[in-house]
């Protein structure tokens, strides 16, 4: 139980594009899921909390209008980076919390390798 | 804000034998939860365990195990009998219980490679 299941797993896009990552909880249902950015050797920085039906809550530092957030669904968050470029370039890692009295808990989708040429 | 500190950037250890990975965290909430993640090559995110505060009996699950020190707000990782498959970066994270949100903080990281 508690799957978490991100696609694309891998994206390359031209700078300048768009792309959407998605983040589905497979067996259960997920009121807050979370996205992080991961450099390399590095540890994981929270982007935003995304509430099921709301806006999200983004950190400190990172631009709402670039990372666009929605959590249209109790099993559904997408993540869309605008107008990309190659700063962008990273792994992006989802979570959904799975909030049960006493177990609450985060479970983390495969992440997204982004690619911005 | 909470803060959580991973001293030890690398370890290694020999396959079979016992490691220790360190955590300290510095909080002023009384009731939170602590996690230790694994992060293989693959870069998936796996829950290894949880140690809730209000618990003073430490937690395990099968080779692991923690040893949760919460005046000392420490919360060490033991890998008992380590598997090559133990090879992985491992991050120590904590969520606090008031408000809704239920965020982590993690640590740096810590790499453990397991030697044959």
């Known amino acids: 139980g508690a799957v978490v299941s991100q696609h694309p797993s891998r994206v390359i896009c031209k700078s300048g594009t768009s792309v959407k990552i998605e983040c589905r909880s497979l067996d259960f249902q997920a009121t807050t899921m979370f996205w992080y950015r991961q450099f390399p050797k590095q540890s994981l920085m929270l982007m935003a909390t995304?509430?099921?039906?709301?806006?999200?809550?983004?950190e400190q530092g990172v631009e709402k209008d670039k990372f666009l957030i929605n959590h249209a669904s109790l099993t559904l968050s997408t993540l869309t980076v605008t107008s990309a470029h190659p700063e962008d370039s990273s792994f992006y890692i989802c979570s959904a919390r799975l909030g049960q009295t006493r177990r609450d808990t985060q479970y983390f989708g495969p992440g997204t390798r982004l690619t911005v040429l | 804000a909470q803060t959580v500190t991973q001293s030890q950037p690398e370890m290694s250890v020999q396959e079979a034998e016992t490691v220790t990975l360190s955590c300290t965290y510095d909080t002023s909430e009384s009731n939170y939860y602590l996690f230790w993640y694994k992060q293989p090559p693959s870069r998936q995110m796996i829950l290894v365990i949880r140690q809730e505060a209000y618990k003073q009996q430490n937690a395990t699950e099968n080779r692991f195990s923690v040893n949760f020190q919460k005046a000392a707000k420490s919360f060490s990782l033991k890998i008992s009998d380590s598997q090559l498959g133990d090879t992985a970066m491992y991050f120590c994270?904590?969520?606090?219980?008031?408000?809704?949100?239920?965020?982590?903080?993690f640590g740096s990281g810590t790499q453990l490679t397991v030697l044959p």
């Open positions: 995304s509430n099921e039906g709301s806006k999200a809550t983004y």
């Open positions: 994270a904590f969520m606090k219980l008031t408000g809704s949100a239920r965020q982590l903080t």
